[in-house]
Structures are given as C-alpha cells and as structure tokens.
C-alpha cells in the first residue's frame, strides 16, 4: 500500500476499500508551489487527499503569513469559505480532489460513501481542536518534536518562518531545538 493510502488509513480509521473505491472518483491535480486552495474570497468547498507535498493552514497579521498547521501526504483537506484562515502549498503537491457538488451526489448515491466523508470530515476538525489544545499545553521543544514526527522532512522543504510562526518560536530558538534533539 502507498504510504499516504496508509497514513490516511490509520490516521482517520477509514477502511481502505471505500478510500480507495473514493478515489477511483475524485481527479488526480498537481498544485504548484504558493498555489491557494481556500480563502475567504473562494467560495467553492471541496476535499483534497494529499499524496505527496505540503501544504499549510494560515492566517495573515500585519502583511505576514502566520501558518496555524501543516498538511502532508496522506492527510485529508476540508476546504470551505473561511474568513479566519486560508490554505496554501508550500512546495508542489499532488493530490485527489473532489468538489463539492461532486461530494454532494457522491453521498447521496451511498451510504458507504457518505459515512466516509463525514469521517474524513470528524476527524479533520477533531485533529483542529487537537492541533489548538496541544497549542496551549505543550512547550515549544514538544511542539517542533511532534511536527518533525510527523513530518520528518518539513525542515528541508518549508521555508523557517512558516515553522517559527507555528511553533511561536523565533530562528533563535528554533535553530536552538534542532540542535537539541539531534
């Protein structure tokens, strides 16, 4: 099994018969690098399954990009018209996309299928308030831990400043948690 397929799978406890039977129905994109998916200003919804790249969750202050939570293959994105946050690529990702409509007569022809998509969307907002309560409990070092976990690579691939802003840490300190760890 392809590694997101797995990831996916085990994150979200979703079977992988219906994953896969879901994307035989949804069209393989590749996104560019900086390239938005959600926004306030884009009204359509949709689900995006990541197989490879990184994205990231945002909010703006004062001109600048301040990244609430990264994406990565295997990981499944709700994307809605949002006045809080925006969700960019920040490298070239493809992924599996379906829009909303397309969920729409999809649920409403299976049961199955509608039980899967309100999971991927469950879990999706059960990992929001994960992602916000670890925010408020865990320090920095446990934080940049856990990410690295999950994402072993980021440091090589996303700019610093989108890790600082979501750790809340400054290039200091980071550089100071990367030594640190080794």
Not at 46 to 74: C, D, K, M
Not at 87 to 104: P, R, V
Not at 143 to 167: C, F, G, M, Q
Request: with cysteine.
């Amino acid at each position: 099994m392809e590694a997101y397929l797995k990831k996916l799978c085990f994150e979200y406890q979703v079977d992988e018969r219906e994953v896969k039977e879901l994307l035989a129905r949804m069209e393989m994109v590749y996104l560019d690098k900086g390239e938005t998916i959600a926004s306030a200003t884009m009204p359509e919804q949709s689900l995006y399954i990541i197989v490879s790249g990184i994205l990231h969750t945002y909010t703006t202050h004062e001109g600048e990009e301040r990244t609430n939570r990264f994406f990565s293959a295997g990981d499944a994105v709700l994307c809605y018209n949002s006045s809080q946050y925006s969700i960019k690529t920040l490298t070239k990702c493809a992924a599996y996309y379906i829009s909303e409509e397309e969920i729409e007569e999809l649920c409403a022809s299976s049961i199955s299928f509608a039980n899967l998509v309100r999971q991927l969307m469950e879990y999706q907002f059960y990992f929001k308030e994960e992602e916000d309560m670890s925010a408020c409990k865990l320090t920095v070092r446990e934080r940049y831990l856990s990410l690295l976990a999950e994402i072993p690579d980021i440091l090589y691939r996303v700019p610093l400043k989108h890790i600082n802003h979501y750790l809340g840490a400054d290039v200091t300190s980071l550089g100071y948690l990367a030594g640190d760890s080794k």
